[in-house]
C-alpha cells in the first residue's frame, strides 16, 4: 500500500459517510483511517469482530471496510452476521486471490473486494462506487396483487373488489379507475391522466365517476378516508 496523504476537511459535513474500518493491523488501520477522513468520510475503526459488533449496536454507518484474515471471528464470518442482521455495504480487504476465497464473500453479499497491497485512490473509488449504487433511485415500491382498505380488498390483476369475502360489483370504468390507483398508491393522480376519450377536457365528468366509485369503497363518500381529493392536483388513493 502506497502512502497516504491529504489534507483533513474542517468542519465535515453532516451528511459525511461514516466508514467502519475493521482490521487486526494498526498501521494499516491507522493510514486508511487518516487517509479516508482526508478525504471527506467520517470514520470509526476496530481491531477485530468483537469490537465491530460493538460499534455496529451504537452506531449507524454507510459502509463496513473490512479485512478478510483477523484472529477470533474472520472477516467472513463477521459479513455473514452483519448481512444476516443489516443492509450495510461491505468491502473486503483481502491478500488472497483464490477464486473460491471472493465467491464465498459474493454469496454472502459482499458488494466488492480490494487485494492488498492496494493504492489508496483506487480504494477510495471503489468505496465512492459502492456508496453511489446505495444512493441511486430509490426502489419501486414491490408490485402487489392486492390493495386493502379497511374491510376492502382490491385484486389489482383480476379487477376485483370484495368486502369480508363479499364481491361487490364494479362498472369496468370504476374497476379501471380503482387499478389506476392501487398501481400507484399513495401518489396523486392528475384529472387528465384519469380520463378517457369520453372525458378528455371534462372534469365535472371524472367527478362524477370519482363519487360513484366513493360510494363503493368509503363509509362516508362525503368524507372520504381512501380516495381523496388532492387540492389543485387530482386524486390520490392511500391504501393500508
Same mark, same amino acid.
Given at each position: ?9 474542517? $468542519? ?7 466508514? @467502519?474500518?475493521?482490521?487486526?493491523? @494498526? ?17 470509526? !475503526? ?16 454507510? %459502509? ?8 477470533? %471471528? ?19 480487504? !483481502? ?12 454469496? %454472502? ?20 462506487? %459502492? ?16 390493495? &386493502?382498505?379497511?374491510? =376492502? ?21 370504476? &374497476?379501471? @379507475?380503482? &387499478? ?13 391522466? =384519469? ?25 362516508? $363518500? ?19
Amino acid at each position: 500500500m502506497t502512502s497516504m496523504s491529504g489534507q483533513r476537511p474542517e $468542519p465535515l459535513p453532516d451528511d459525511a459517510p461514516h466508514v @467502519l474500518i475493521v482490521d487486526d493491523d @494498526l498501521k494499516i488501520r491507522d493510514l486508511l483511517a487518516r487517509y479516508l477522513y482526508s478525504q471527506g468520510f467520517r470514520v470509526t !475503526t476496530a481491531a477485530d469482530a468483537e469490537m465491530a459488533q460493538a460499534s455496529l449496536r451504537g452506531l449507524d454507518f454507510d %459502509i463496513v471496510l473490512l479485512d478478510v484474515m483477523m484472529p477470533g %471471528i474472520s472477516g467472513l464470518e463477521l459479513a455473514r452476521q452483519i448481512k444476516a442482521v443489516r443492509d450495510i455495504p461491505i468491502c473486503m480487504l !483481502t491478500a488472497r486471490a483464490e477464486p473460491e476465497h471472493r465467491i464465498e464473500g459474493l454469496e %454472502i453479499g459482499v458488494d466488492d473486494y480490494v487485494p492488498k497491497p492496494f493504492e489508496p485512490r483506487e480504494l477510495l473509488l471503489r468505496l465512492k462506487n %459502492i456508496l453511489r449504487r446505495g444512493q441511486s433511485a430509490p426502489a419501486a415500491p414491490p408490485p402487489q396483487e392486492e390493495v &386493502r382498505m379497511g374491510t =376492502l380488498v382490491f385484486h389489482i390483476a383480476r379487477g376485483e373488489l370484495k368486502r369480508n369475502n363479499e364481491t361487490i360489483k364494479l362498472t369496468e370504468r370504476e &374497476r379501471d @379507475l380503482l &387499478r389506476q390507483f392501487a398501481q400507484k398508491r399513495g401518489v396523486p393522480i392528475q384529472r387528465h391522466e =384519469l380520463a378517457t376519450d369520453d372525458t378528455t377536457g371534462n372534469d365535472r365528468a371524472i367527478d362524477v365517476q370519482i363519487n360513484r366509485l366513493r360510494r363503493k369503497i368509503e363509509t362516508d $363518500p362525503s368524507n372520504p378516508v381512501y380516495l381523496q381529493t388532492v387540492r389543485g392536483k387530482g386524486y390520490i388513493l392511500y391504501a393500508d
